[in-house]
């Protein structure tokens, strides 16, 4: 019997997209229906991956339709997925039935369901948005940074109103201080509240938060905390203290025993809490006294008693110090973040009540309240508000989903089996590298158990279609390796990570031992980094390059992949310097901060705000570049003096600097860029689009304010990148960017990154086994050494285990993204074997066989392939999209407007009207003008018009009519134009006069 789940393992390269595009096609062909697809959701990760996907299948399906040469491996593959499915069709019904499900899909797309797993939960919260109060058209938010800093901002400014909260700050500024920290707890505040998003804390329940808000439970856990931490360290130290005096006064004192001052050293750092359990001065003493006494003193009968005595006090000492420090590092840790996690509660109900002033909703709390309401009603009324009835559902990269995504999934998914649907699993744990965003591998990797009652088919995609028979080799060889080294690292770990990567050799195509792999690592000198390893490794990358280019491979096929966003950066410093001819493309390239005619309107943006000129650098900037972009002239001395600073910039600009500071923002913008004529600037357009594009953005949820914006721009704006085709160059990227894509030729620098060191700032949530540490429930620790030897060692072993599996993907990510070339440079230590503190260069090294040279270790396998250029052929398929190079223009008009109303709205209407005026009443007098205006067409209508209005019993009696006539004739100037046969007389009226009409 056939599955109604099929889960797909697809391993790079493997034609993933080609096999959902398969799937998809041919669910849709099984149907009777031509509408199926309204049935029919495909989930995937990226709005990359989701507008891929729809352009195969639209591109498939109309290949089918027109029986074209590109769709006949479509066609054998949907009709071998037909036959699967139990349904038997001619080509020519086949064909047939693709041409009517193409066009129910063009004629109604909003039903065509492939989409990101955000948008999806999204979808579903706004048909629940009755249910769970929100309004119909709230705002997904996806900065969640933005919203926890306004919100710890708020809770700072108002803490002389709540009491409670302003003593918890308090503390935790004494407490900072007696740690010798900055007592501005503000940043960190702000920064230990990014966790209130993440899963862990999300999970705590009702009691765990209730109980954070209790005083004296609070006060009392923190005391206990306390005694443990003194009674522990008292222990040790009076312990250690006895056994010091004896070593100091007895007869076998320091200078009698063997190496005595190792000795006295030992049990100072025990005294201390600072003791290293690793070294073997005490304990080899407690095992055997004789390792007390020196040579001529193993015969004396009275000093060997002495040293037994010792020998078994130095034992207990030992015992103590390891049952007592676990208490001292496990109170220390429990308690250490007491004091922000009580303001967890208040930030998040603050950050929820800005986001419902705003009419938002932030993006990652959208899994977790769904998985509330999937949890607590009933689940097929969920997802039936979702307007349709779903038969299908495909979930793409389902390695990265997370614990609460899946489990809305499952839900999802059973409700689905049970109305006789079939569902679509397709991922690959080995590509899991998104654990920073909640993804979990192991949702993927425990699927077959956890669903076996639904005995899903488990298909292995394991032939790759990407890349050579020299990369897929030289991948098949170090990967399961390198997970032996890894699993060697914590032999009795909960998993062995050579069982995830138990399916990494791949079939290849037959090529005749195509492709090429280079690897170049240098060893570290000593605990410093190799002589000359950047200027070394990057002139050998440039040389490589230069290479390539000369057998034909553009650039543009080319990709260099880092680990770090700041890597790239040094790169295009260092090809700057060595190949300025080699041209690099990465979203550090296209920053709004890196465009000139941007930069400009910024700096002058910082010089209105600015009206005392106490920073000389915004008008610095001006100056320099309005000379050398603007007017073509270099930018001398004088020009930046305190006399003659600003007199080149355009006079509009320097004597209006105050009226134009009272402008709206999006107004002043361009009245900036006019006024500096940056249209004279080449290739800004781009720029400018997104920059003009990001402040209406930012306008729609943020005052008019210029200060404010600036400190925007600072925090986030500037380094927005802009959205840009694919452009001729050699293009940098990170290795999560990278994924899902393939390039002609890799070059991977820096593969020098910690397989699994701790980062500062990192937090575990641990709940401990026993009380009184599990008291409050889930707690913050903070992750480092002191971890390893408390009651949450556990959790911190976990982590790196973890950490160790991150490691190897993102090496496995970064290794499959070439088709023909790939070259690696790295750095590796001198060190045997790999430790906790290895690097993925000493991976590289012991997971392969190494030519040594020097400091180099060297790794090569076959010849670089070039690229011959092919004829472009002419494609028939209307639905491939194609991309048109076109020339756009940033551009900006002078409003044709006699009045525009000012921001200060507010204050015209209570300071315009009449002494003692209520604002109810201005109000009303605006609908009468309103009302009387519309009702005159010339000039010669105000009497006739006022009289009618005079006469009417909704016409105020207080309102004489008279004056409002006078009044309107002062207004109007009588500039009369005759259009046709039809006289009009064009009136502008002062809007500060309408309230002294009367």
């Known amino acids: 019997m056939h599955s109604t789940l099929t889960v797909y393992k697809a391993s790079a390269g493997s034609g993933k997209t080609f096999t959902l595009a398969v799937e998809y096609i041919a669910l849709l062909l099984s149907s009777v229906s031509n509408t199926e697809f309204h049935h029919t959701l495909a989930v995937t990760f990226t709005n990359k991956a989701t507008a891929e996907m729809k352009d195969r299948i639209l591109q498939q399906l109309y290949a089918l339709a027109?029986?074209?040469?590109?769709?006949?491996?479509?066609?054998?593959?949907?009709?071998?997925?037909?036959?699967?499915?139990?349904?038997?069709?001619?080509?020519?019904?086949?064909?047939?039935?693709?041409?009517?499900?193409?066009?129910?899909?063009?004629?109604?797309?909003?039903?065509?369901?492939?989409?990101?797993?955000?948008?999806?939960?999204?979808?579903?919260?706004?048909?629940?948005?009755?249910?769970?109060?929100?309004?119909?058209?709230?705002?997904?938010?996806?900065?969640?940074?933005?919203?926890?800093?306004?919100?710890?901002?708020?809770?700072?400014?108002?803490?002389?109103?709540?009491?409670?909260?302003q003593q918890w700050v308090l503390n935790y500024v004494a407490e900072r201080i007696e740690n010798n920290e900055k007592w501005d707890v503000t940043r960190s505040v702000k920064s230990f509240a990014r966790c209130i998003f993440e899963e862990s804390f999300q999970n705590r329940n009702a009691r765990q938060r209730e109980l954070l808000n209790n005083e004296q439970v609070i006060r009392g856990f923190q005391?206990?905390?306390?005694?443990?931490?003194?009674?522990?360290?008292?222990?040790?130290?009076?312990?250690?203290?006895?056994?010091?005096?004896?070593?100091?006064?007895?007869?076998?004192?320091?200078?009698?025993?063997?190496?005595?001052?190792?000795?006295?050293?030992?049990?100072?750092?025990?005294?201390?809490?600072?003791?290293?359990?690793?070294?073997?001065?005490?304990?080899?003493?407690?095992?055997?006294?004789?390792?007390?006494?020196?040579?001529?003193?193993k015969k004396n009968e009275a000093l060997l008693a002495e040293a037994e005595v010792i020998s078994g006090k130095i034992g207990h000492l030992l015992k103590t110090y390891q049952d007592n420090i676990s208490q001292i590092k496990s109170a220390r840790l429990a308690r250490k973040h007491i004091n922000p996690l009580r303001l967890l509660g208040c930030i998040e109900e603050m950050a929820d009540q800005i986001c419902k002033e705003k009419n938002q909703f932030l993006l990652n709390r959208t899994p977790i309240l769904l998985s509330k309401l999937v949890k607590d009603c009933d689940a097929?009324?969920?997802?039936?508000?979702?307007?349709?009835?779903?038969?299908?559902?495909?979930?793409?990269?389902?390695?990265?989903?997370?614990?609460?995504?899946?489990?809305?999934?499952?839900?999802?998914?059973?409700?689905?089996q049970a109305t006789g649907g079939h569902d679509l699993v397709v991922g690959d744990v080995k590509q899991s590298i998104y654990r920073w965003?909640?993804?979990?591998?192991?949702?993927?990797?425990?699927?077959?158990?956890?669903?076996?009652?639904?005995?899903?088919?488990?298909v292995p995609l394991d032939t790759n279609y990407r890349s050579q028979e020299k990369i897929i080799d030289f991948n098949n060889t170090f990967f399961p390796k390198a997970a032996e080294l890894l699993d060697s690292l914590s032999p009795d770990a909960r998993f062995q990570i050579k069982d995830i990567y138990a399916d990494v050799a791949q079939k290849c195509k037959k090529d005749g031992g195509k492709g090429y792999v280079s690897v170049r690592i240098y060893e570290k000198n000593g605990i410093n980094r190799p002589d000359n390893y950047e200027e070394r490794f990057i002139r050998d990358m440039i040389e490589q390059i230069r290479g390539l280019m000369d057998k034909g491979v553009p650039l543009s096929d080319m990709a260099i992949l880092v680990r770090r966003r700041n890597m790239g950066t040094e790169l295009i410093d260092w090809f700057h310097r060595l190949a300025p001819d080699i041209r690099l493309v990465s979203d550090e390239s296209f920053l709004l901060s890196a465009s000139v005619a941007v930069q400009m309107i910024v700096n002058a943006l910082r010089v209105l705000a600015d009206p005392q000129d106490t920073d000389p650098v915004p008008l610095h900037y001006l100056i320099k570049h309005y000379l050398t972009d603007m007017s073509g002239l270099p930018a001398?001395?004088?020009?930046?003096t305190a006399k003659d600073a600003g007199q080149c910039l355009p006079d509009e600009f320097l004597k209006d600097k105050a009226e134009l500071a009272t402008l709206p923002l999006y107004v002043l913008c361009e009245k900036l860029y006019a006024i500096f004529n940056l249209s004279r600037i080449p290739g800004q357009s781009a720029y400018l689009f997104a920059f003009f594009d990001q402040l209406q953005n930012y306008l729609r949820n943020h005052p008019s304010d210029l200060r404010s914006f600036l400190s925007a721009w600072d925090e986030k704006l500037a380094n927005e990148p802009i959205p840009c085709g694919k452009i001729p160059g050699l293009q940098i990227m990170t290795i999560h960017q990278s994924k899902g894509l393939q390039f002609h030729t890799v070059l991977l620098p820096y593969t020098d990154w910690d397989i699994e060191k701790d980062k500062r700032g990192d937090l575990l949530w641990c709940e401990a086994p026993e009380a009184p540490y599990n008291d409050l429930g889930l707690l913050p620790i903070s992750a480092g050494s002191d971890i390893r030897q408390s009651i949450f060692a556990?959790?911190?072993?976990?982590?790196?285990?973890?950490?160790?599996?991150?490691?190897?993907?993102?090496?496995?990510?970064?290794?499959?993204?070439?088709?023909?070339?790939?070259?690696?440079?790295?750095?590796?230590?001198?060190?045997?074997?790999?430790?906790?503190?290895?690097?993925?260069?000493?991976?590289?090294?012991?997971?392969?066989?190494?030519?040594?040279?020097?400091?180099?270790?060297?790794?090569?396998?076959?010849e670089q392939m070039g690229k011959e250029i092919k004829e472009r052929t002419i494609e028939n398929n209307r639905m491939t999209p194609f991309a048109q190079d076109l020339k756009t223009e940033y551009a900006t008009f002078r409003p044709h407007l006699d009045f525009m109303q000012s921001n200060e709205s507010s204050q015209f209407i209570l300071t315009a009207g009449e002494e003692g005026m209520e604002s109810q009443d201005y109000i009303e007098l605006g609908k009468i003008l309103h009302y009387v205006l519309s009702q005159i067409s010339h000039i010669d209508d105000v009497d006739t018009v006022l009289d009618r209005c005079?006469?009417?019993?909704?016409?105020?009696?207080?309102?004489?009519?008279?004056?409002?006539?006078?009044?309107?004739?002062?207004?109007?100037?009588?500039?009369?134009?005759?259009?046709?046969?039809?006289?009009?007389?064009?009136?502008?009226?002062?809007?500060a006069s309408l309230p002294q009409i009367l």
Request: with cysteine.
């Open 66 to 165: 027109h029986n074209l040469p590109e769709g006949q491996v479509y066609y054998e593959a949907v009709q071998k997925r037909l036959c699967a499915y139990g349904v038997e069709l001619t080509e020519n019904q086949i064909r047939e039935k693709a041409g009517k499900v193409l066009s129910g899909i063009l004629h109604d797309f909003n039903y065509f369901r492939v989409e990101t797993i955000d948008s999806f939960f999204q979808s579903i919260l706004r048909h629940l948005a009755h249910e769970l109060s929100l309004t119909a058209n709230l705002e997904v938010e996806l900065n969640t940074e933005e919203v926890i800093s306004h919100a710890v901002d708020r809770i700072i400014d108002t803490l002389q109103y709540n009491p409670a909260i």
């Open 223 to 297: 005391k206990r905390m306390k005694e443990i931490e003194v009674d522990a360290e008292q222990a040790i130290i009076k312990e250690a203290e006895t056994l010091n005096e004896q070593l100091q006064k007895g007869v076998l004192n320091y200078e009698r025993i063997s190496r005595g001052n190792n000795y006295h050293s030992a049990l100072q750092s025990i005294m201390s809490l600072a003791y290293d359990q690793s070294k073997a001065t005490l304990p080899s003493a407690a095992a055997d006294p004789l390792k007390l006494l020196k040579s001529t003193d």
């Open 636 to 640: 001398m001395p004088h020009h930046f």
């Open 437 to 458: 965003r909640n993804g979990d591998w192991s949702v993927l990797h425990g699927i077959e158990d956890e669903m076996r009652f639904m005995r899903p088919d488990i």
């Open 950 to 991: 005079q006469t009417r019993d909704s016409f105020p009696i207080r309102h004489n009519a008279s004056p409002l006539s006078s009044a309107y004739n002062r207004a109007c100037s009588r500039n009369s134009y005759v259009h046709g046969s039809h006289r009009t007389t064009r009136c502008t009226m002062n809007a």
């Open 380 to 416: 097929p009324f969920v997802f039936e508000k979702m307007g349709t009835q779903l038969h299908h559902v495909m979930i793409d990269e389902f390695q990265d989903t997370s614990l609460l995504q899946w489990q809305n999934f499952k839900t999802l998914l059973l409700e689905n």
């Open 794 to 862: 556990p959790w911190y072993e976990e982590e790196h285990l973890q950490k160790r599996v991150d490691a190897l993907n993102m090496m496995y990510v970064a290794f499959t993204r070439a088709e023909c070339n790939m070259m690696i440079w790295g750095m590796t230590s001198k060190t045997d074997k790999l430790s906790p503190s290895s690097m993925s260069g000493d991976l590289l090294r012991h997971g392969l066989e190494l030519d040594k040279n020097g400091d180099e270790y060297t790794y090569v396998s076959g």
